[in-house]
């Protein structure tokens, strides 16, 4: 599967931005799908995960309350609606699937092995 991370820019702080996750290629219902962020820096850390199948849902600390992770399997998007958003929230946004992953790993970067390209949200005061 190909993936695109779009959707960044500049937003206050206090402000909101979706960010979509499309892809390419077949069986997307298969992948969960997650979001990682990198600040300058700082190492990659987990944002957001939506399973496989059902779709549960998994946030990180950085996300709770504050973003709601979804996906739409026709469509074959994930999309990461960030609300108040925070200048610490400033990086570089990545999704990224695996086929069938375990839930114990779904916040760990080295268990997913297709990323997109990145898209940079900064939040200024």
């Known amino acids: 599967v190909q993936l695109q991370a779009s959707g960044g820019g500049l937003v206050q702080a206090g402000g909101s931005r979706r960010l979509s996750c499309s892809a390419s290629?077949?069986?997307?219902?298969?992948?969960?799908v997650a979001w990682f962020r990198q600040a300058p820096g700082k190492a990659r850390e987990f944002v957001s995960a939506v399973k496989y199948g059902l779709g549960t849902k998994y946030y990180g600390d950085v996300a709770k309350g504050r973003f709601t992770i979804s996906r739409d399997n026709d469509k074959k998007i994930v999309y990461l609606q960030m609300n108040s958003l925070e200048t610490e929230d400033t990086a570089v946004y990545f999704c990224?699937?695996?086929?069938?992953?375990?839930?114990?790993?779904?916040?760990?970067?080295?268990?997913?092995?297709?990323w997109g390209q990145g898209t940079l949200v900064t939040v200024s005061s």
């Open positions: 990224a699937a695996a086929s069938f992953l375990h839930d114990d790993y779904y916040g760990i970067d080295q268990y997913y092995n297709f």
């Open positions: 290629g077949r069986a997307f219902i298969n992948y969960t």
